[in-house]
Structure formats: C-alpha cells, structure tokens
C-alpha cells in the first residue's frame, strides 16, 4: 500500500520534470514515455527569463515576511494561553481552533477591501502576507501550545528564584525548548506560503505576481508549449519541495512533542 500511495502521489510530479526535457513532438507522440533524446532547452528558457526569478523572488520575500509573522505572533499568542491562568483562557484557545474551520476563500472579498482600500497595501508583499500569516495563526497556536504546556514548572519556578522574570523564561528557556515547533510551524507556512495562490491572484499584478501566478501566465501565454510548461512549473516547485525535504525530520519531532504535549 505504501508502494502504491507513493507511486500515485510522485507519479505526476515525475511526469512534469521529465516532460520537460521533452520536445512538444514527443508529447504528442507518447505522452508516456520517456525523453529520447533528452532537450535541455526548455529549462534553459526558464531559467534565462528575467520574469521568472521576479516571480522566485517575491515568491520568497512573500513566504520569509508570511513565516517571520507566523512564528513570532504564534508563540507571542500560545505563550499566555499555555502557561498564565486567566479568566475563559480556553474559550479564547477555542475561538482559535474554531479558525482551522474558515479557509481563506469565505473572506476573500472583505480582506480584498480592507488590504486594498483601508490599508492601501495592494500589490505589495506586506499585503498578502499579512492574511496569510493571520490564517496560518490557528494551526501555529495549536501546534505550539503543548510544547509550552509540557515545560515543567519546576523550570519556571527555578528560573524565578535567579531573578529572571517572565520575559527573561520566555527568551531564555521557553524559546529554546520550543525550537522543533516553531520550526514545524516555520516551515509549514513557508511552504503553504509558497503554494498560495488566491490571495496573490487578487492581491498582486504586473511584476508583483509568485511563481503560483507565473505558472498560470506561462501556461495561458504558451498554451501550445506544453513542454515549455512542465519545466516552467518543475523549476517552480523545486525550492519548496527542497525546503521541506531539508526539514522533513524536524517537522516530523516536532509534531511528535506536540502530541505527547
């Protein structure tokens, strides 16, 4: 069963790199088959596109200003909802894993006003950034609060009787013990970051588009390239698919602590 999950998941992502070093008469011919001779000019005129590492770039200004938010706002919000007793502290925590129900498609016309008309932050990085940290928030609040609820508070105590006080445990001790997950919750909106296509479709023109929307364009403007295309989109995913590849282990502990959390 495995064999077969990973055969159906990787098999059209194989198909794209390797259609890519294929000629559109090839395609046509055996769809299926595989590159004879190997064609290295479609990835050339890729990566010779001056639109293309545009689109890289703000792709990964983007996810780095979406991820620096996620992390810092996440562990900013689960710190007091996991280690300070307060009044209805758990329906506040509620009303944030009520939000993993609300994508961000049932408020795309209300966030398209208030980013482009009262924050006048259309067609910026800043301004899809924003509302794509603020709906990764739920899932990072989630993930990050069993991991400060498992630091004994023996620690804490211990930690008060040095003089430090409750800034000084957040940055010396807390932080540390948390870095597997703010790396889970890093690297999961970098890559939902990096994939995000409706805001930046509604958010973003001209220069200012990702690579989501430059795959689109491609694909629109050189329908009839389909080779052209599969190279265009396989250089597209390649730096997310090696961003969580390189960090796959980490996501993998850290979710663990926060399910023994």
């Not at 540390?176 to 939902?192: D, E, I, K, N």
């Given at each position: 069963m495995a064999i077969l999950l990973a055969c159906v998941t990787l098999g059209p992502v194989s198909f794209a790199v390797l259609g890519g070093f294929r000629s559109n008469a090839q395609l046509a011919e055996n769809p299926a088959g595989l590159p004879d001779p190997w064609i290295l000019d479609n990835y050339q005129r890729v990566i010779t596109s001056a639109s293309f590492w545009q689109y890289a770039l703000n792709s990964t200004i983007i996810a780095l200003l979406?991820?620096?938010m996620v992390v810092t706002?996440?562990?900013?919000?689960a710190y007091p909802l996991a280690r300070f007793?307060?009044?209805?502290?758990?329906?506040?925590?509620?009303?944030?894993?009520?939000?993993?129900?609300?994508?961000?498609t049932v408020a795309i016309i209300p966030l398209f006003i208030?980013?482009?008309?009262?924050?006048?932050l259309g067609n910026t990085w800043l301004g899809v950034a924003l509302p794509q940290a603020a709906f990764a928030l739920p899932m990072t609040i989630v993930i990050l609060r069993p991991f400060l609820q498992a630091i004994p508070k023996e620690i804490e105590e211990a930690s008060t009787l040095d003089g430090a006080g409750r800034l000084g445990f957040f940055g010396r001790i807390v932080l540390?013990?948390?870095?597997?997950?703010?790396?889970?919750?890093?690297?999961?909106?970098?890559?939902?970051s990096w994939n995000g296509y409706l805001l930046p479709l509604l958010l973003l023109q001209g220069d200012m588009k990702t690579l989501p929307l430059g795959v689109a364009d491609f694909s629109t403007q050189y329908s009839s390239d389909t080779a052209g295309v599969f190279a265009f989109t396989t250089l597209s995913m390649i730096p997310a698919l090696i961003f969580f590849l390189t960090m796959q282990n980490k996501i993998v502990n850290g979710l663990q602590g926060a399910v023994k959390g």
């Open positions: 979406t991820t620096a706002f996440g562990m900013m919000a007793n307060f009044k209805h502290r758990e329906k506040i925590y509620m009303i944030f894993v009520a939000g993993l129900l609300f994508p961000a208030l980013i482009n008309k009262d924050l006048n540390p013990l948390s870095g597997p997950g703010m790396v889970t919750t890093g690297v999961l909106a970098f890559v939902a």
